[in-house]
């Protein structure tokens, strides 16, 4: 039996156990018509789905509930009166999350688009709004600063950051009225709460400080004849490395970028750098001597969201400058 599907205790009605309760699948149950579920003191339900079984409803969060969170269950009887009761899941005893930010150190331009946040364990969602906070250099809070949607990786332990396109492009309504996310040449600093818990119910126990640097805007493509390849020796295992001119966009990089040789993808491991300034590829087996392709995707994208096809913000007045070259070659001697 997972943890969270242990009860905790009644924080109300002696009749709990009669009432309401977890079944194995994870899934609050109550007895009656209908459910409603409400994390802490949340005004709004969860997101779910809600089933008719017998004489019982049963609800199916749409995330995971978490351990040590306290839950309302309102739920209505055949009399139609809606009785409400609280529940705690119990936590088990587990190591605190650590999170981490990429790139890094976060050297961005001002019209960034986007960060990633990697946490050691897959983490509560739907919260990340209140648990995030944009900081000026003078201290104050960014407000609206993010996206509201909510990007996990399938292990639930990397978190798409929004900035708000909405402000972050030139010469639109958010951008006007309320100003960019990021100002160029300024400090901000990215706070992450202690409180935030991972799915097994342990919290971060200390808040995550991260300071972004903002630099000049970016409108310009990723042109990789700008790139510089370091070839490997053949017969060798060494690693291929492109260092690039500009950061890129760290989660794109790790398949964006593939080796072929005659025609056929070469095998092997790719690692990207903390920074994203530079990319590598070990290959299985020893390199072949003569030429190989470095086969770049055309919707790669830099910090700013620029592509080699095309820049993030278009002028249709203005004529396009896209990358001269989607594959570079190099020599295995």
Same mark, same amino acid.
């Given at each position: 039996?997972? *943890?969270?599907?242990?009860?905790?205790?009644?924080?109300?009605?002696?009749?709990?156990?009669?009432?309401?309760? =977890? @079944?194995?699948?994870?899934?609050?149950?109550?007895?009656?018509?209908?459910?409603? =579920?409400?994390?802490?003191?949340? $005004?709004?339900?969860?997101?779910?789905? =809600?089933? &008719?079984?017998?004489?019982?409803?049963?609800?199916?969060?749409?995330?995971?509930?978490?351990?040590?969170?306290?839950?309302?269950?309102?739920?209505?009887?055949?009399?139609?009166?809606?009785?409400?009761?609280?529940?705690?899941?119990?936590?088990?005893?587990?190591?605190?999350?650590?999170?981490?930010?990429?790139?890094?150190?976060?050297?961005?331009?001002?019209?960034?688009?986007?960060?990633? +946040?990697?946490?050691?364990?897959?983490?509560?969602?739907?919260?990340?709004?209140?648990?995030?906070?944009?900081?000026?250099?003078?201290?104050?809070?960014?407000?609206?600063?993010?996206?509201?949607?909510?990007?996990?990786? *399938?292990?639930?332990?990397?978190?798409?950051?929004?900035?708000?396109?909405?402000?972050?492009? $030139?010469? =639109?309504?958010?951008?006007?009225?309320?100003?960019?996310?990021?100002?160029?040449?300024?400090?901000?600093?990215?706070?992450?709460?202690?409180?935030?818990?991972?799915? $097994?119910?342990?919290?971060?126990?200390?808040?995550? /400080?991260?300071?972004?640097?903002?630099?000049?805007?970016?409108?310009?493509?990723?042109?990789?004849?700008?790139?510089?390849?370091?070839?490997?020796?053949?017969?060798?295992?060494? *690693?291929?490395?492109?260092?690039?001119?500009?950061?890129?966009?760290?989660?794109? +990089?790790?398949?964006?970028?593939?080796?072929?040789?005659?025609? &056929?993808?070469?095998?092997?491991?790719?690692? /990207?750098?903390?920074?994203?300034?530079?990319?590598?590829?070990?290959?299985?087996?020893?390199?072949?001597?003569?030429?190989?392709?470095?086969?770049?995707?055309? +919707?790669?994208?830099?910090?700013?969201?620029? @592509?080699?096809?095309?820049?993030?913000?278009?002028?249709?007045?203005?004529?396009?400058?896209?990358?001269?070259?989607?594959?570079?070659?190099?020599?295995?001697?």
């Amino acid at each position: 039996m997972k *943890p969270w599907f242990i009860l905790f205790g009644l924080l109300c009605s002696a009749t709990f156990a009669a009432d309401v309760w =977890v @079944n194995e699948a994870g899934q609050i149950e109550a007895r009656g018509s209908d459910v409603r =579920v409400f994390r802490g003191a949340a $005004t709004a339900p969860l997101f779910g789905s =809600v089933a &008719k079984e017998s004489a019982s409803v049963r609800f199916a969060a749409a995330l995971p509930l978490v351990p040590g969170e306290t839950y309302r269950v309102e739920f209505q009887k055949a009399d139609g009166i809606w009785n409400t009761q609280r529940l705690q899941f119990a936590q088990s005893p587990s190591a605190a999350p650590a999170v981490s930010i990429s790139p890094s150190p976060a050297l961005l331009p001002a019209n960034a688009l986007k960060l990633y +946040l990697h946490f050691t364990q897959p983490m509560e969602q739907g919260v990340f709004l209140e648990r995030i906070t944009l900081h000026r250099q003078d201290g104050s809070v960014v407000h609206g600063a993010f996206r509201e949607t909510e990007l996990w990786s *399938p292990d639930g332990k990397r978190l798409t950051l929004w900035l708000h396109p909405g402000r972050q492009k $030139t010469g =639109v309504n958010l951008n006007i009225d309320e100003g960019p996310v990021l100002q160029e040449d300024r400090r901000h600093t990215l706070r992450i709460a202690a409180g935030w818990r991972s799915i $097994t119910g342990a919290a971060l126990g200390k808040e995550a /400080v991260f300071e972004l640097i903002a630099g000049a805007v970016d409108h310009t493509c990723p042109d990789p004849q700008r790139w510089q390849i370091t070839a490997p020796k053949a017969g060798t295992c060494d *690693p291929l490395l492109v260092t690039f001119d500009e950061p890129m966009d760290p989660s794109m +990089l790790v398949s964006a970028l593939k080796v072929k040789r005659a025609n &056929k993808e070469v095998s092997g491991t790719v690692a /990207v750098a903390a920074n994203a300034g530079r990319w590598s590829f070990t290959p299985k087996a020893g390199w072949e001597r003569g030429a190989n392709i470095l086969e770049i995707d055309p +919707l790669l994208e830099d910090l700013a969201g620029n @592509n080699l096809l095309g820049p993030f913000e278009v002028d249709r007045e203005a004529p396009t400058n896209p990358a001269s070259a989607t594959t570079l070659s190099f020599n295995a001697d």
